[in-house]
């Protein structure tokens, strides 16, 4: 059973995602810390209903990102998780994240990677006019969404679809797909 520490910063709606799942035996993994940068950040009520330890691990003003960096890694250690799951966490990765569990984060963006990395990826598929959008899980390396892709799930732009509603559209294959990841990852264990 894999020990795998959630970083969120917003909504949490793929941290309930994962909390379902295992709560359904769908996924066999245990949630060991939910770590927040945003002390308001309605995922953490969430972690908390589900009996899950939170951290906030706020940026002080003009914080290195290392230094940020390494505080994040200390709380997932002390937590003993040794996968890390990026859901809604406004923040780029640095050096010593990813040199602390190689190979072990995962991200869930909601395009189908490589197309509209960062930002509002649904408003740039909108924009470029797509009929085929989606969600991607990859693994997070140094760049923005550019780690090697583990699984993806596709949804239909559907003509007079606005950003609310190819949101809905690509969250519902969000939330079938990064526990069916790892639940993946899990078994490869
Ligand atoms: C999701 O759309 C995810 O793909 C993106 O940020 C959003 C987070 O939503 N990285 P939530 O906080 O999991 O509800």
Not at 94 to 100: D, F, K, R
Request: hydrophobic share 45%.
């Amino acid at each position: 059973m894999i020990r795998i520490a959630v970083l969120v910063s917003g909504r949490g709606s793929n941290l309930q995602a994962i909390i379902d799942a295992i709560a359904e035996g769908r996924l066999q993994a245990k949630i060991a810390v939910v770590v927040s940068n945003r002390p308001a950040a309605p995922a953490l009520e969430r972690a908390k209903k589900a009996g899950i330890p939170t951290m906030v691990v706020e940026a002080r003003g003009g914080e290195a990102r290392d230094t940020f960096d390494t505080r994040v890694v200390e709380a997932i250690r002390e937590h003993r998780a040794e996968w890390v799951v990026l859901a809604g966490f406004m923040r780029i990765i640095g050096n010593v994240l990813l040199s602390a569990f190689p190979m072990r984060i995962i991200n869930v963006h909601p395009s189908l990677l490589p197309a509209f990395p960062g930002l509002n990826a649904q408003a740039q598929a909108l924009r470029h006019g797509v009929k085929v959008s989606g969600c991607t899980v990859h693994y997070v390396d140094g760049g923005t969404d550019t780690g090697p892709i583990l699984a993806q799930a596709a949804v239909p732009v559907l003509e007079g679809d606005d950003e609310q509603s190819l949101s809905n559209r690509i969250l519902v294959e969000e939330h079938r797909l990064l526990p069916a990841v790892l639940q993946k990852l899990s078994n490869e264990r």
